[in-house]
């Protein structure tokens, strides 16, 4: 009787600690880090670098970002760049993420005038990581145009399409034979929108309703011509692969029943973009959706522009990989004024939480783990199985250095990154951490801190530290083991519900014990 119960007792256990998930990073997953350039470089007019849309916007508004401030020193990278190199390589990352200011390469906004000293300073930044084995995967533009193009229109005027490739060309040319790994463009839906159709990010231009649509039309355009031009003048020779990274959260329904909203709000936050290159032209809620409002509202023509048949097939199957950013979820339900026939916004519908879902710092961003593994596989089935590289992912709060919520999210969230890869088949190749410091997080200035490392803004020095997090994700990486939230946090609802299940079979099984 006792070796049975001792059996029931350990089998409990054991079920409770094998999950079903294999938690090891397959060898083919890499594991990096990730920032952009005018997030953390600073040296915002060193030698002859032009004044880019951010240097020129949080110079003129400074009451438009929380505590005022600018990128102007940010983490200084562009200084300290080796430093940091060295403890990306103590914490055993294999890849840095960063990206190259438009500005500090073409000071003029066009190819007539080369940086020297811009092209040294990435040349120096990316052979200090081949060097230290850590692999260098680049973003051509993480939101920071020269302002002298968008003096000319930014991204609403179409020949920032030949601008733009002109810029990639030199990046190609000059760094291409060390990157293999290239992001043409970051979260277009995020600055399309709020870039030209709000003051939320520069250039805070309002051309709403029909600015946003306008960028994202040249966006892609762009995007394809650079593609194209890799193809035909570079790849033979630099052999690598390149796309485009869009955020994309996880949608729920609100009413279960309701199997429509979350799609359209995943097209209209991810298809938008990704549509247009995986399977051809703009998502057909959108072009339907856009027309009617747009006829409705009085415009002659739709607002959301249409490519020629030529264009649709040029942009199609520009992408190597899927690039993903991922952050959260949220629950969504059709806007119910649409039933009196008031259209509130193109994609009609409302975005709101789940009340148990906890929060972070930034107002956005709700911790739901779940969400990562249903957004992994809807990329799988909805865009035909593509190679997907996670280029951002991350949690926000005040600063702490115990930051024992920030490795609770990157515990749970790669957890279910896991479970997509190992048991569903997702094939993510590449995982990037957003971000390894505290930087300037756009209109939010440094009051959100995102790193594992943290940075002492108020030093000049800017001195990093190692936060909790940082340590942590140092033995995920020497193991390549998924590894729990160190002790000292609270419980987590799965050890609570494992406590309690346990309890309970042990009770059941000393009362027929008892009464046996
Ligand atoms: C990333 O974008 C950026 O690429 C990176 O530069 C930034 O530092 C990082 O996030 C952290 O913010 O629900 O209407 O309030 C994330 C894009 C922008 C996606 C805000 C979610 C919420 C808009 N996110 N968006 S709303």
């Avoid at 849309?53 to 020193?73: C, M």
């Avoid at 066009?110 to 052979?127: M, P």
């Avoid at 943290?454 to 340590?471: C, E, I």
Wanted: glycine content about 6%; some cysteine.
């Amino acid at each position: 009787m006792k070796t049975w119960r001792i059996f029931v007792i350990s089998s409990i256990f054991i079920t409770g600690y094998c999950q079903d998930v294999n938690l090891t990073f397959p060898e083919h997953l890499k594991l990096g880090v990730a920032t952009a350039s005018y997030q953390t470089e600073g040296a915002w007019n060193a030698n002859d670098k032009g004044v880019n849309v951010w240097d020129f916007w949080t110079h003129k508004y400074p009451s438009l970002i929380a505590d005022e401030s600018n990128g102007d020193v940010a983490c200084d990278t562009y200084n300290k760049y080796k430093e940091d190199v060295q403890i990306i390589k103590n914490l055993g990352f294999n890849f840095f993420r960063l990206s190259i200011s438009w500005s500090r390469i073409l000071p003029s906004g066009l190819a007539n005038e080369i940086s020297k000293d811009g092209i040294q300073y990435y040349k120096n930044f990316i052979t200090e990581l081949i060097a230290n084995d850590i692999e260098p995967v680049v973003s051509l533009y993480h939101w920071d145009h020269p302002q002298v193009i968008e003096e000319m229109g930014g991204w609403t005027n179409e020949l920032i399409v030949d601008w733009f490739a002109d810029y990639a060309r030199i990046i190609f040319t000059e760094l291409g034979p060390y990157v293999k790994i290239f992001t043409t463009i970051n979260e277009p839906q995020i600055f399309c929108s709020q870039g030209y159709g709000s003051v939320k990010t520069a250039p805070g231009k309002l051309l709403q309703d029909v600015g946003p649509y306008l960028c994202g039309h040249n966006v892609l355009k762009a995007h394809a011509k650079v593609y194209h031009m890799y193809d035909d003048e570079f790849r033979a020779t630099q052999r690598g692969q390149i796309g485009m990274a869009l955020s994309a959260s996880s949608h729920y329904p609100l009413d279960a029943d309701d199997n429509v909203s979350p799609d359209t709000a995943f097209q209209f936050e991810c298809g938008w973009f990704m549509n247009p290159i995986f399977i051809g032209d703009y998502p057909e809620i959108m072009k339907t959706r856009i027309d009617m409002i747009s006829e409705r509202q009085g415009y002659s023509e739709s607002r959301l522009p249409r490519f020629t048949p030529e264009w649709i097939a040029y942009i199609k199957g520009t992408a190597d990989y899927f690039g993903l950013n991922h952050y959260s979820s949220k629950i969504v339900e059709p806007d119910p004024e649409e039933e009196f026939n008031v259209y509130n916004t193109d994609e009609g519908i409302i975005h709101t939480r789940n009340s148990t879902w906890s929060m972070s710092a930034t107002s956005w961003l709700w911790v739901v783990p779940e969400g990562f593994g249903n957004v992994l596989r809807k990329i799988k089935n909805d865009y035909g199985d593509p190679t997907i590289f996670v280029l951002e992912n991350g949690y926000s709060d005040e600063g702490e250095l115990d930051d024992y919520h920030r490795i609770e999210y990157y515990y749970s969230y790669l957890k279910e990154l896991l479970i997509a890869v190992n048991r569903d088949g997702c094939k993510v190749e590449r995982y990037a951490v957003w971000s390894i410091l505290d930087n300037f997080e756009w209109s939010e200035g440094y009051t959100k801190k995102f790193g594992i490392i943290g940075v002492d803004f108020d030093n000049p020095s800017r001195n990093r530290t190692y936060k909790l997090s940082a340590k942590w994700w140092e033995k995920v990486l020497h193991t390549r083991t998924l590894l729990e939230v160190p002790r000292s946090s609270a419980p987590n609802n799965y050890t609570w519900s494992f406590m309690i299940t346990a309890c309970c079979i042990m009770s059941v099984f000393n009362y027929f014990h008892i009464f046996r």
